[in-house]
């Protein structure tokens, strides 16, 4: 069955990184878009970034730009997403979502509609 499992969050300060990490099995990693979605306190899931199949392309959103970085690598089936720069608003809990439709050709999106599997979710905490 389709499992992904995320790790590396914690408690970081402002200005400060943290790196995610989500293992995926079950299915073939290679072949499917990956995203990174959040849902902070008290507020709906945002997605925040997404990655093509192959890696070669990748998608953020504006409140993350230039901060946030995704990338994967398809040998180790591990989708990753490097925070530096962190602020007390990235306080959430951050999941990573596999995009229902497979293909080289088929991008992430942030319609949270178009992911059929996601993680438990991993808690990040910008505070000082």
């Known amino acids: 069955q389709v499992q992904l499992v995320e790790s590396g969050g914690g408690l970081a300060q402002p200005g400060g990184s943290l790196r995610l990490s989500c293992a995926a099995s079950?299915?073939?990693?290679?072949?499917?878009?990956m995203s990174w979605a959040r849902q902070a306190p008290g507020k709906g899931l945002e997605w925040v970034s997404g990655?093509?199949?192959?890696?070669?392309?990748?998608y953020y959103a504006d409140s993350v730009k230039g901060r946030f970085t995704i990338s994967r690598d398809n040998a180790k089936n591990t989708l990753y997403l490097q925070m530096n720069s962190l602020k007390p608003e990235d306080t959430a809990l951050y999941s990573c979502?596999?995009?229902?439709?497979?293909?080289?050709?088929?991008?992430?999106?942030?319609?949270?509609?178009?992911?059929?599997?996601w993680g438990q979710g991993m808690q990040v905490t910008v505070s000082s």
């Open positions: 079950g299915f073939t990693f290679s072949e499917y878009a």
């Open positions: 979502a596999k995009r229902r439709r497979s293909g080289p050709r088929v991008l992430p999106t942030s319609r949270i509609d178009d992911y059929d599997y």
């Open positions: 990655v093509t199949s192959d890696g070669s392309d990748t």
